[in-house]
């Protein structure tokens, strides 16, 4: 990300969002409970139809988009290649899952009738992860400067 503190930021939402997706899918594959508190019935929305794709968690799916959008911020510095395209990479991805958890969240409201907080955090988090891509982008990001120079 452009500076230091922005990708900060990403990185530990990106972090975050990680620890969230695996805890939901180790939850959803132990079959177990969640440790949902008066909040929320996360049961109803993890055992629900919409909780897996083929046989797949829809958990397992956002861990590993927030280890792609980890990994891509962590290459960002790595060479100029990384530099010059991970931005995009992580607008993309972050832009997917945007779209995705809004997708989830109206089916948890609208057809489930039921709310997950962890599936409501990690649409957060997202949503941030997202801004913070969009902002890098308007701006240019300082890396591209440098390498544009040589």
């Given amino acids: 990300m452009g500076n230091d503190k922005s990708r900060l930021s ?23 409970y969640t ?3 008066p909040v929320g019935n996360c049961e109803t ?6 909780s897996q794709v083929g046989g797949i968690p829809i958990a397992l799916f956002g861990a590993g988009a927030y280890l792609v959008l980890l990994i891509l911020l962590l290459f960002e510095r790595h060479n100029d290649f990384w530099a010059e395209y991970s931005p995009m990479l992580v607008f993309g991805v972050s832009l997917a899952g945007v779209l995705y958890s809004a997708y989830l969240t109206f089916l948890e409201i609208a057809v489930i009738r039921a709310i997950c907080p962890y599936c409501i955090i990690s649409a957060i988090i ?10 890098h982008l308007i701006r240019g990001h300082g890396e591209m400067d440098a390498i544009l120079q040589k």
């Fill in 10 to 32: 990403s990185l530990i939402l990106a972090g975050v969002g990680l620890i969230d997706a695996l805890y939901l899918t180790g939850v959803k594959l132990s079959n177990t």
């Fill in 35 to 37: 440790l949902c508190g």
């Fill in 45 to 50: 929305v993890n055992t629900s139809q919409y």
């Fill in 126 to 135: 997202m949503v941030l992860l997202f801004i913070l891509a969009l902002i």
